[in-house]
Structures are given as C-alpha cells and as structure tokens.
T-cell receptor, first 115, second 113 residues
C-alpha cells in the first residue's frame, strides 16, 4: 500500500545544533502532519500543514521549530537550535484530503537523540 | 476542544483471553472514529475506522461500535494472541478548518503466551 518514508531513521546531534527531519509523503496527498513521541509515552500532535501553510500547531511546536515543503520535495521539520528535551521519535503522516473519514498514513519515525 | 480518553496501560493478558480497551471522546460535531495500532519500531497504522454513528467496525478479530449517545468507541477482541502485543490508539477526526486529528494517550497491550 501507500507508504510514507522518513529519512533518516536515526539522527544523533549535539545540543544547540540544527537538525532537519525529512518526510516523503504519499505522492498524491495534500495534508501533512508531524507528531512527537517520547520513549514509552503517548504520541503528541505537533503541527499540520496544507498548501504551504501551517494549519494548526500545538504548544509543543516551539519557536525553534519550523516546517516547509518546497514544491515536489520533502516535507521537513527543522529544529534550530535543538534542546535536550527534543529527544524523541518524530512521526510524519499524510492524508489525501481533509474529509473526516480519511485515515492518516504514518512513516516509521525518525529517532532524534540530542546529546 | 476535541479530546479522546482511553484505558491507561499497560494491559497484560494471557493468550486466549478477552480484551476491552475503553475509549471516550468529546467533540462538537460528528467525527469519524478510528483505532490505530502501533507495533514496536513502526508508526501507527489503521486498524479500522467507523464514520457513522451506531455502526460497528472490525478487523483481525477486533471490533468497536460508534456509540454516539455514550460518546464511546470501545475496542474489543474475544481471544487475543501474542502477536496482538502493541500500542492501540483511539482517534477522532472531523471536518474542520484545521483538519486536526486527535489521538488518545494510547494503551499498551502485552499478551503472554
């Protein structure tokens, strides 16, 4: 079935540095999401994105976070600068449209370790 | 705002026993309700969804009924297997300007052989 690819699967970075997490969503999907999951805890919504704009973001989506999807390329989550509490698995998801009955397709996640 | 509340885990069962994971939701409109399952090292994947009130969804022996009056969507399975060990998320989605999908906290299920 359709797949969301996340690159890399694991990223190790020093605190204060910048990191970009890449997501290749399903090809005809228009709505994109990032979720954060700290080890052993629930998955928490960060942001959703459509037509080049952030539609909604949570309190977890700090000023140091940004998202974009330049035409035809990855949907990215950038963190600049990183902090220790940013260590988590970040899941990207996409959806073809905005209808309530449409499911989200998730990637396998990028594990971010901030040292 | 919208919210989803589900059974706190972990839930530990022996193979062959029955499972119930409670899920309650709050929303202003009529959502579609979902159960997602997350296996270790993977992202959540859809187990099944129910877009209409008073209908039942099912997959792989799991089922849940969209109870609009009780605002509930409890997950059940008559006989669990070791391979069902995973985290289960109840979620809702409704048509809105922001198109947000709201997940519950997840319930970790461990099935012992």
């Amino acid at each position: 079935g359709p797949k969301v690819l996340q690159i890399p699967s694991h990223q190790i970075i020093d605190m204060g540095q910048m990191v970009t997490l890449n997501c290749d969503p399903v090809s005809n999907h228009l709505y994109f999401y990032w979720y954060k999951q700290i080890l052993g805890q629930q998955m928490e919504f960060l942001v959703n994105f459509y037509n080049g704009k952030v539609m909604e973001k949570s309190k977890l989506f700090k000023d140091q976070f940004s998202v974009e999807r330049p035409d035809g390329s990855y949907f990215t989550l950038k963190i600049q600068p990183t902090a220790l509490e940013d260590s988590a698995v970040y899941f990207c998801a996409s959806s073809p449209g905005r209808r309530a009955n449409e499911r989200l397709f998730f990637g396998h996640g990028t594990k971010l370790s901030v040292l | 705002g919208d919210s989803v509340t589900q059974t706190e885990g972990p839930v530990t069962l022996s193979e062959g026993t029955s499972l119930t994971v409670n899920c309650s939701y709050e929303t202003k409109q009529y959502p579609t309700l979902f159960w997602y399952v997350q296996y270790p090292g993977e992202g959540p994947q859809l187990l099944f969804k129910v877009p209409k009130a008073n209908e039942k969804g099912s997959n792989r022996g799991f089922e849940a009924t969209y109870n609009k009056e009780a605002t509930s969507f409890h997950l059940q399975k008559a006989s669990v297997q070791e391979s069902d060990s995973a985290v289960y998320y109840c979620a809702l989605r409704r048509a809105s300007n922001t198109n947000k999908v709201v997940f519950g906290t997840g319930t970790r299920l461990q099935v012992l052989p």
